[in-house]
Structures are given as structure tokens and as C-alpha cells.
């Protein structure tokens, strides 16, 4: 078996096994048989994602989207220690829909002085442009409209091209999370062990 579909299949019963304490409140069954009954993107609708987007998507992270295309109302990604809270994996078509309205235009944090100051931007992860917003980066999870895991395609010259940045609305700002969706993932195992 493909070794990042063991990953997920681990973090899957991590969480489902520890879904009360980790949300602080019960799931309900009804999401999690939804989540089972997801499917997994075709390479027709990848590829069409690719190509309407000009990009070219990371071997591991289409495994992830072969496996399920989205993760509906559960916690997939874990992969901040600092933000205790679990990211929901987008479909292609909510990725699709997000990107018509946010991370649609290249604004640099430099516009923004009452929200981002100069040091702050100094405080930037070296791998990251100073936007906060900008067209090459790709929402693919989300937490409560307001945390968002994306694929950076505008990494900075120390970054590598879909590392896998954080958009944290107020205060607004931007993280480094990890080299690929595969990092995520380890991190994710490594971060619910350790909240449980």
C-alpha cells in the first residue's frame, strides 16, 4: 500500500479515536460515515484542476486527493502545534470556488501597515514572499473560515515551489508549515499524540 495512505489511515483512527477530546465535543456519527463514503478525485478532474490553474500539483498530495477528495467535516491535518485545532480537507471544487474569492490578487503585507508592521514582516519565515495575499498561493484546507493550509506556488528563493503555508486571519498573518502535504501529515500524527 502506498505508504502516505498508511499515514492518513493512521491519522484517521488517531482522530476518530480521540475525536471528543481533540474537538471538545462529541462527532457526530453522521459525519463520520460521510467521510467514509468519500471518494477519491479521478485524474481527469486533477488534471482539470491543473489546468485551470497552470500548475502542476505535487505527486503526494494527488495521492492524498486520489484517496479522498476533500475530508467533509473531519479533521484531517493537525499540523501546527501552536494552533491546536484541526484543519478540514477542501474537495477540488471547494478549492476551486475559495480561489474565486480569496487569494485572488497579489497584495503585499507592506499595504497593509495597520494590520502587518515591519517587524513583524522581519519575523516572516525566510521560505515566504511578504504577501498576504497573492494568486499563486492554493487554499486546500480549512479551519472555520479562518485558518487555511495552501500550496505556495510563489515561494521565496529559500522556499521550494507547493511548500505548504498558513493564512491566520486576526490577527492576520502567515506561517510556514511545512516542505509538502507528506510533512504535514507526519506532523499531524506527531502533534494528535501529543494533544492526547
Known amino acids: 500500500m502506498d505508504t502516505i495512505i498508511e499515514l492518513i489511515k ?9 475525536a471528543e477530546e481533540l474537538n471538545d465535543e462529541e462527532v457526530e456519527q453522521e459525519d463520520i460515515d460521510e467521510y467514509f463514503a468519500i471518494q477519491g ?3 481527469e478532474q486533477l488534471n482539470a484542476f491543473e489546468q485551470q490553474f497552470q500548475i502542476k500539483l505535487p505527486e503526494d498530495f494527488k495521492r492524498v486527493y486520489r484517496y479522498k477528495n476533500g475530508s467533509g467535516y473531519i479533521s484531517l491535518l493537525w499540523p501546527q502545534e501552536g494552533f491546536y485545532r484541526g484543519y478540514r480537507l477542501l474537495s477540488l471544487q471547494e478549492m476551486t470556488k475559495i480561489k474565486s474569492y480569496f487569494q485572488n490578487e497579489n497584495r503585499r503585507m507592506s499595504e497593509f501597515p495597520d494590520v502587518i508592521d515591519e517587524k513583524q514582516v522581519q519575523q516572516l519565515d525566510k521560505h515566504i514572499q511578504p504577501y498576504l495575499f497573492c494568486e499563486r498561493w492554493f487554499p486546500f484546507a480549512e479551519y472555520a473560515d479562518s485558518l487555511y493550509l495552501m500550496l505556495d506556488y510563489n515561494p521565496s528563493p529559500k522556499g521550494t515551489a507547493a511548500q505548504i503555508i498558513c493564512y491566520v486571519h486576526d490577527p492576520d498573518f502567515i ?3 511545512a516542505s509538502d502535504i507528506t510533512e504535514a501529515l507526519k506532523l499531524t500524527e506527531t502533534v494528535i499524540k501529543e494533544l492526547v
Open 10 to 18: 493512521r491519522n484517521e483512527q488517531l482522530f476518530l479515536e480521540n
Open 175 to 177: 506561517y510556514y508549515i
Open 41 to 43: 478525485a479521478t485524474e
